[in-house]
């Protein structure tokens, strides 16, 4: 299992104190960077299921990572993998406080040869950022205010996608397209329909909205949707109440129902990724 602070043990050629790792950084890495924001601005739609059990697949093939967690009230990500990689955090509720991500993102991704230290850290590049609910507008005015994608793409060579979860309800389709409002063509998007609120058939409100249809028709901007499997609730729930991660679910013996249908949730939720797993920073990478 990689940790995110995972180092690497070997180098053809030494880097002094004076340079960061970026000149020993492949250029394919570097085109390859992609940071992923799960949002859905409304609570409940499943954004921290879905974020974990990305990271989840993050870890079960061995890429290198770093995850953020803006959610300062419940941070799942940290409840539930906090043992696993390190969980870092992002305030983008205290206007000022989210600017220290850029730099942190610079860090991972060409991290500095610290004194005495004869091995470069590995860098990183794949980052996944949750936002927690009632957060989009602060993530507006972040970029309104720094110009967040365009450092992203032109500074830091970096991608981003934007994870938008939704339910069945008309907040979610407003929601997505409010973040298109600012976000616009800057991002990759990838919607995901959370069957918790029913069959894939039950998301006519997105289906049928003229908005979507008009940015997705008109604009021309491309909206994949996959749907995320639903995992019954007494085995949600008991991972919930252990601060289980998904992998411990499938590991733990005291009940099998629980180790069976996770182990199984999450072999639906990496083939529901694989038609998007390019934009979900997993190029290269077999799911099945």
């Not at 901007?221 to 252990?242: C, Q, R, S, T, W």
């Amino acid at each position: 299992m990689t940790n995110v602070t995972a180092e690497q043990t070997t180098t053809e050629q030494p880097i002094t104190d004076q340079t960061t790792t970026e000149e020993a950084i492949s250029e394919d890495t570097q085109t390859n960077r992609r940071l992923i924001i799960v949002t859905g601005d409304k609570g409940g739609v499943g954004k921290s299921t879905f974020a974990r059990a990305l990271l989840q697949t993050y870890i079960d093939t061995n890429q290198e990572f770093a995850a953020f967690d803006a959610d300062t009230s419940n941070p799942q990500i940290k409840r539930f993998y906090g043992d696993d990689c390190e969980v870092l955090p992002f305030d983008i509720f205290t206007r000022g406080k989210a600017d220290a991500f850029l730099d942190t993102l610079r860090t991972l991704m060409s991290p500095p040869l610290k004194k005495e230290q004869e091995v470069p850290t590995q860098p990183k590049s794949l980052f996944l950022l949750e936002l927690p609910s009632q957060s989009i507008q602060y993530f507006r005015l972040f970029e309104k205010e720094m110009g967040f994608f365009k450092i992203l793409k032109n500074d830091l060579k970096s991608q981003a996608t934007m994870v938008a979860v939704i339910n069945r309800t008309k907040d979610s389709v407003n929601q997505l397209l409010q973040m298109h409002d600012f976000c616009n063509g800057q991002v990759d998007y990838v919607v995901v329909k959370n069957l918790f609120f029913g069959e894939s058939e039950a998301f006519e409100r997105y289906d049928n909205s003229a908005s979507i249809k008009k940015v997705r028709d008109e604009e021309g901007v491309k909206l994949p949707e996959i749907y995320m499997p639903d995992l019954i609730a007494h085995a949600y729930d008991y991972l919930d109440e252990n601060n289980y991660s998904y992998a411990q679910g499938i590991a733990q013996n005291e009940k099998l129902s629980v180790r069976g249908r996770v182990n199984r949730w999450m072999e639906n939720f990496k083939e529901s990724i694989t038609p998007v797993k390019d934009l979900l920073g997993l190029k290269d990478v077999t799911l099945s």
